[in-house]
């Protein structure tokens, strides 16, 4: 029986059920800050008065009541009177499992009733004493065995909560502590924040200055804006939601199941059942042990209008100076001076009147005179050395391929039916023919022409069958570099409209969710819905943690600002058109994927600190992912651009991490990370196998066989491997992802989705640092500004991944627990460290996606024959 199941029909029937008994009423005077003890049986109904004097009437009443026997089944009823109204509860009363014998109350000031003072005065004369703080209680039991209560009715002299001045505050089970803020004139709002040295749970509630009092579970859970503490909380109030100032009730629980994770319930509970009897219904305990808690409640000032101001416009300028500076390095490429030294060196493509010819053809001597590169033929100062442009370059058909590798010498008549079969895709290497096909059994026919002797007379090449797959020792990107430009440019822009179609279709629902999260928490008042960092959340409007989702806007601005880079480059690229027999070819659908993907983080990471819990943490993390898996996907394509994966096929796998981010985040458990274990050791296997042997590796039969076949051939051939630093790179990424899935399946933590995101951040940095010792070890030189961008992506990486670490907030643990990693603003008194993570990491992807943009421009004017494939 609690102590709000007692409704007034019931007690007046009690009244009327004492009446008929003719059960004497005992009236009696007592005295304010006095122990009073009473004996209370079914024979007796006690009314007791209390008239306050000098000062204790300015102050609201708190009543203290311990009772000694008695009857848990006919409890005690107590009902307390004011001149304002009156509330009733029951001694003893259930909490849990438990039956306490000794509460507190605070009963509610008369002020905050909404009725004037002297009003209540002139309705009441006559009738009780017009005594500011006079009260009265009712006490009576229909229990026959006798009962000692004792009670005690004092003054709340610390009723009120001070300003900017810590307030020490005792309470325990069963005696909640009250509490009540007034603001000071001109005071908009203030920050409560909560702290304790102990681990004991308890709930702080706020509530408008009105009656009744809140200060019960059932109560609070209705009335008030409630938080779950352990050792610390905050929040934000203000004067509009509380016109009269609020209430802060502190309530302790009987246990800490609602301020840590559920513990997982005993195997043995069953042999505890069947081996012990009444096991699985143990005795009620008479009364729980003591749950004690000191609290310090610190009303502090919150953020002024100006500083909202200086706090908003100081990170738009730092993200709008990159624009400014980007204007600036555009205007002073007008400079010849400083034109020449950010200017990549290009080949420009012939003039349309010029014939065109081949890298074969213009390789040849013609007529035993050296050709050298004409007068006319110029280099581009612009940077957008990275890229073939279908509109400005003609394709070369089947025929010129034909043509040229016939005429070339020592060519045989399997090398023109190769180059035939390839249909444009025949690649000439130095070493003898390669053909990248997507069809393997065409691709089988191929190498079997290749390697077949030659008809007549000229050099026989060296045979192919001992090397898998037929691939040639030594690749250069011509070999890599055969698809015709207008495939390249599709199979890249379908990256972004891909991207722009699933942004779309996973923003809306996203932020329709997140709004009605925001919306249910204001209706029913909880604050553990939302993991904010409460000591570091302002509001702003309909907002409750403005400033976490403001600091996205680095994504945004810095996301557009490198798409509107790739564009530029785009455009002066169709001015002038390259030669594409120099250089690298790049994607410039996927490079602009990449600052999209960052406008897309900052929409859904914004949307995500509308509400941010365990049910929409994927939202922050979706597209970190995309940016992850997109970012390796450029850096491979760089140096194999016929062997890209499809825009499709990526964003298939993308959904399959989307969906073990589900199942990891809501129903992880051993069975789930023992199968991600073997997903991600499997699927990585495949993936190096695939990387090694240029694509030519396929989950297929004959694939299998060719590699089972390479096995066996070590101990003859040795165990040199074919591509030693593509070995060690593979090896050491392999070494790393199974420790990563290794660490997942012994610790089975429960944030599963920043574990995936590690692992994927980890592989494209380990990927890219690979790109960047490869280039150093084959004489590829970068330009100044490609390692002022990698500097400066190191230097801003460093600090961002330290803040994401440290975080301010931990939604896979329980909102008490979660609370332990709140603090206080670093920043401007605006921003915490997960905005510092926000702006450094906008950074960091900024000046990571320029460096990956510009690290082969120094290649612009290098033939793709000498450009070295790793």
């Known amino acids: 029986m609690r102590v709000c199941a007692v409704a007034v029909p019931q007690l007046l029937l009690v009244g009327v059920v004492l009446a008929n008994l003719n059960v004497p009423v005992v009236r009696r005077q007592l005295s304010f ?56 509860w029951q001694l003893p009363f259930s909490v849990g499992d438990s039956m306490l014998f000794q509460l507190e109350r605070t009963l509610c000031p008369e002020d905050a009733a909404g009725i004037e003072v002297e009003d209540l005065d002139q309705d009441c004369v006559g009738s009780e004493p017009s005594v500011r703080g006079w009260m009265s209680l009712h006490v009576g039991t229909s229990c026959a065995a006798p009962a000692a209560l004792s009670l005690r009715v004092v003054p709340d002299r610390d009723w009120l909560l001070p300003f900017d001045t810590p307030l020490f505050v005792h309470t325990a089970m069963g005696s909640p502590r009250v509490h009540w803020y007034r603001f000071e004139e001109e005071q908009w709002s203030v920050r409560l924040v909560v702290e304790s040295q102990d681990y004991v749970c308890a709930t702080i509630a706020i509530q408008n200055y009105t009656c009744p009092i809140a200060d019960t579970k059932e109560l609070i859970r209705t009335d008030t ?63 729980p042990p003591a749950r004690l808690k000191a609290l310090t409640l610190h009303v502090r000032p919150s953020l002024t209008r100006m500083q909202y101001v200086v706090g908003i416009v100081v990170a738009l300028a730092v993200f709008l100076l990159f624009y400014v500076l980007f204007g600036v390095m555009v205007l002073a490429q007008r400079i010849p001076a400083w034109k020449k030294l950010v200017g990549p060196r290009a080949v420009l493509a012939p003039k349309p009147e010029e014939p065109i010819r081949s890298e074969v053809d213009v390789a040849l001597p013609a007529a035993g005179v050296r050709r050298r590169r004409g007068s006319d033929a110029t280099f581009d100062s612009s940077d957008n050395s990275d890229t073939d442009e279908e509109d400005n370059v003609q394709e070369r058909g089947t025929d010129t391929t ?65 090397r ?50 925001q919306i249910v928490m ?125 825009a499709h096929a990526t964003f298939a796998v993308l959904a399959v991490l989307l969906f073990l981010v589900v199942w990891g985040v809501l129903g992880g458990g051993p069975l789930f990370w023992s199968l991600f274990a073997v997903i991600h050791i499997f699927s990585f296997l495949i993936i190096s196998l695939r990387i090694y042997y240029v694509g030519q590796f396929r989950l297929e039969k004959e694939s299998l066989q060719v590699a089972a076949r390479e096995l066996r ?43 995936l995101l590690f692992v994927l951040l980890a592989n494209t940095l380990l990927y890219m640092v690979f790109y960047l010792a490869m280039k150093l070890l084959h004489g590829e030189r970068l330009r100044w500004y490609a390692w002022t961008f990698l500097a400066g992506g190191a230097l801003a990486w460093a600090p961002a991944l330290f803040f994401f670490v440290s975080g301010s907030s931990a939604w896979s643990l329980s909102p008490a627990l979660s609370r332990h990693r709140n603090h206080e603003c670093m920043l401007l008194h605006f921003y915490d460290s997960h905005d510092l993570w926000h702006m450094l990491s906008a950074v960091a992807l900024y000046f990571s996606f320029n460096a990956m943009l510009t690290w082969d421009d120094g290649l612009a004017a290098i033939k793709r024959t000498e450009i070295a494939v790793f």
Request: net charge neutral.
């Open 713 to 755: 051939s070590l101990p003859r051939v040795g165990l040199r491997p074919l591509y030693i630093s593509r070995m060690v790179m593979l090896l050491i990424a392999n070494a790393v992802n199974w420790g990563f899935a290794l660490y997942g399946l012994f610790t089975q933590g429960g944030d599963f989705a920043s574990h």
């Open 225 to 287: 804006v409630r938080m779950t503490v352990l050792r610390s909380g905050g929040t934000q109030l203000s004067r509009w939601m509380y016109p009269l100032g609020f209430y802060v009730t502190a309530l302790v629980h009987e246990d800490d199941s609602e301020c840590r994770e559920a513990e997982d319930e005993p195997d043995e509970w069953l042999w505890e059942a069947a081996l012990l009897p009444g096991a699985l219904h143990p005795a009620r305990p008479a009364a």
């Open 402 to 466: 034909v043509d040229s590798i016939a005429s070339s010498p020592g060519a045989t008549a399997a090398d023109a039916t190769t180059a035939t079969t390839a249909s444009g895709e025949t690649d000439v290497t130095g070493n003898g023919i390669f053909v990248i096909n997507e069809n393997s059994s065409q691709a089988r026919q191929v190498r079997e022409a290749a390697q077949s002797p030659p008809g007549g007379g000229g050099v026989q090449r060296a045979p192919s069958a001992a």
């Open 522 to 646: 204001n209706l029913w008042g909880s604050l553990d819905i939302c993991y904010y960092n409460f000591l570091c959340a302002h509001p702003a409007g309909s907002l409750s943690d403005f400033n976490h989702v403001y600091s996205n806007v680095g994504y945004l601005l810095l996301g557009a600002l490198f798409m509107l880079q790739v564009r530029r480059r785009k455009m002066r690229r169709k001015r002038k058109p390259r030669n594409e027999e120099y250089g690298i070819p790049a994607h410039y659908g996927l490079l602009s994927s990449l600052g999209a993907a960052m406008m897309m983080v900052a929409l859904l990471s914004a949307a995500y600190h509308i509400c941010p819990n365990r049910l929409n943490f994927q939202f922050d993390t979706a597209f970190m992912y995309v940016i992850a898996v997109l970012s390796t996907r450029k850096t491979h394509q760089t140096h194999h651009p016929d062997i890209n994966a499809r």
């Open 33 to 88: 800050e006095e122990t009073h003890v009473l004996v209370v049986d079914a024979s007796v109904e006690y009314i007791l008065e209390f008239t306050p004097v000098d000062d204790q009437g300015q102050w609201p009443s708190r009543i203290w009541m311990k009772l000694e026997g008695g009857d848990i089944a006919h409890p005690l009823l107590v009902t307390a009177r004011q001149r304002i109204g009156s509330t009733t």
């Open 468 to 517: 898998p797959f037929g691939l040639p020792a030594r690749l250069r990107v011509a070999a890599l570099a055969r698809r015709r430009e207008r495939v390249l440019h599709a199979r890249s822009d379908r990256y972004l409209y891909t991207l722009y179609t699933v942004g779309l279709f996973y923003a809306l629902p996203v932020i329709q969710f997140v709004a009605a999260f």
